[in-house]
């Protein structure tokens, strides 16, 4: 590797015990799932969007390209190599796939045009029997999916999400005729299952795995609720170094047991008054999916007493309760419930910005990732004109380390840290109520 | 006859102005060729495609990221600069993610004609409306699904016009969809022989002066323009025969249209302005709502997928519209960002060399007729290999 494209990037530092062993769950999760495939029973991978408790039911085990392709963003095959990402994305633009095109589907379509699906960090993803994706929030899932079936000539099943658009808030119960079609999407994934697999559809299993589901959902409702604390007892980098088991291994007694521990951690350090630094004196919004190759980036406002409180990716929306209604229907209306239009989404984080004592935003402007970065200009003008909050852009991929420019991220961040502090010195207040709010 | 097309190409916003000012008749405006036209028709409503303008944009680059879509942001701009300023509604399917983010751009940030009509907090004239379009085209109960959406729709309009579309109505409008359908198709017959008829660009410019014109008028004004072809064996240009597969194919992109027939002449395509908008007609025999739902989700779009182990609609598509055409070589002319396009090229141009002996040439356009001119050179080089 040349030493032009050496990017001096690293982990983040983290606050909690629990988000620090996460690694080991994670190592174990891909183990797991290897054992499970050497004892001849089947493999899913799968888009992050599908609701989880659908695999634990039925017999699979799940991996998540998209996860895989994070992973790969962090580990090296040697000390002196570049990135696993950058070595699989190099494979898939040789390909003809463009550089425009989402990092973690360039990664995870060199990983399978490599050949070797071992050659990996963890030993790569076990070979799957079946693929799954959602139309839900982004195109390019659909179509990599599509394109990962054609080249692994394994049968793709997709569940369409109608896309709901509301006029005020995110959340809305869905329209009969919706939720019989996502219902019936559900059906033909259980029966499309069966038919790859052999393993049929027990009713009482998935009950089961609801219900681990919804006490996992409400256990991180609450931890939401805990690191509104002053001092920020959990912050960002925190927050995506747990949320693995929440969104992947939902539907689990381990995710369940891996929330509870989180839990009492964050409450204990909030008796204790423990904030994730010693001065917290400004808090700061993370839009977007993390730098993964980058995490580092969590920690680079500490010196100056900022800390980074709340970032909206991967946390749960609260679930209409549990009934005893059919389960494909209780699932088919809690995902219809939610919302993704920009207004909706746009008015979500105004309100989180209030809870969480925002004083400002760090918007990740991920350069392929569609659906993340198209309302990042608005949320920043209206972070600005309803609060005064400012923001901060970072462009760059969301796995590929080769469109990071360090320096001129870092100048930008500077500036904007001066905009917060000189508020600070001021005595002026950094967030400004919105009007009506 | 060509004249009367060429309006739309030369101004298409003086040209629905001029119609609107005649028959003092309302005009939607509407993204993506899966929209279901055929109801506003039904409703007396000109249906026109918004397009952009290939101009440095003036307002939308405040709100609307740089690297994203470069035609969808320059749609946007002209809305906000009121380039659109007649349209009296405009309608937005969930199609690819840009577009569908429209729903909010749209009712953000371009001036509405009408101030919102609010009773009990709902929009009784909505200005922007919204179609839940399903990402699977063929799937178990994705009609019945559908067809309820496409029932929403026609009921908000019918709240804001104050009158019912009826049935008759539905099936008026289908049998004149048809009739455009049928011509265009005629028109797409007559470009297998070789010389082909007409020229890439004259089908191109016949084709998108459909999209604003009122479809009768269109498909007479076609009928008349193709019988005298016809009639007086006019033959087009040769070259080598190229398939045209890209993004939304309007005034500025239309650019390369010109660039290849200096070497070459386009004989079919893979467009929403092209075959995509008119290939599959709809079946009257149907209810009228179900026709219109069915011919919307068979518009092969790059962003639809269908129920099956492994999807090829897409290349069904190209199977259906290279038939017969003796197509040569294929150019890719996507622009930056069109994801769904992007991440389908790798495949279709192995599966177009490996059954069907095309070689393709892949084009990345920025939107700007500059950056066509760019493409000279590759597009030289391919047909010139195509030559041999």
Known sequence: MSKEVQVTTKGSRKTLEVARNTWKFIKQDYEEGHEHKRAGKPVVWSCAMVEKELYYAMGLFPYYPEQFAALCAVQRKTP????????????????????????????????????????????????????????????????????????????????????????RGIMQYPKAHEIRYYRSQLEDFVNFTTEVTGIKYDPERMRECLQWAHMTNELRLEILELRKAVPSPMGCADGFATMYPGMYCSGTEKAYNYYKALRDEVKARIQEGKGQIENERFRLLWYGIPTWFNMGIFNYFEPIGGVFAYEPAYNPSPWPPLSNEDPLTEIATRTLSVGTSIGARLEAILEQCMEYKIAGGVLAYLITCRPVYLPTLEIRRVLQDELGIPSVLIECDLVDERTFSEGQIKTRMDAFAEQILKKLEAGEPLQRRAAGA | MMELFAQYTEDRHAAVRKWKERTGKQVYGYFCCVTPEEILSAADILPVRITGTGEPLQLADLHVPPNSCPFARSCLDAGMRGLYDYLDGVVVPNTCDFIFSMEYFWKTLVPRPTKPALIAGVDMRPFVHYINYPEKIVGRDVVPFYVEVLRGFKQDLERSLG????????????????????????MYEMRKSDPPALSGYEAWQITYAGLMMPKDEHAAALKAYLD???????????????????????????EIYKLIEEYG????????????????????????????????????????TVTAPIPENRWAHILNTTKEFNVEGAIFYVLKCCDGRLAEIPHLREKLREELGIPSLVLEGDYTEEGVEQMRGPVEAFIEMLEG
């Open chain 2, 228 to 254: 005298d072809l016809e009639g007086n064996g006019r033959r087009g240009a040769e070259g080598v025969r190229i398939y045209l597969s890209g993004s939304a194919m309007d005034r500025v992109n239309a």
């Open chain 2, 163 to 186: 009158r019912s579309i009826t049935d008759e109505d539905l099936a008026r409008a289908i049998g004149v969809y048809n009739e455009d359908k049928a011509q265009l198709k005629r």
């Open chain 2, 265 to 304: 002449v386009v004989v079919s395509d893979d467009l929403c302005v092209g075959t995509r908008s008119f290939w599959y007609p709809l079946r009257p025999q149907l209810p009228p709502l179900e026709a219109i739902a069915r011919r919307s989700l068979g518009t092969a779009c790059p962003r639809s």
């Open chain 1, 80 to 167: 002196d190599s570049e990135k696993e990402a950058v070595r699989f994305a190099r494979i898939a633009e040789q390909s003809g796939y463009s550089t425009d095109l989402c990092g973690y589907e360039r990664v995870c379509t060199g990983y399978v045009l490599n050949g070797d699906l071992s050659d990996a960090p963890l030993g790569g993803m076990a070979p799957p029997d079946l693929l799954v994706t959602t139309s839900s929030i982004c195109d390019v899932r659909l179509k990599w999916f599509e394109d990962m079936a054609q080249r692994l000539e394994v049968p793709l099943f997709t569940l369409d999400r109608p896309e709901r658009v509301f006029d």
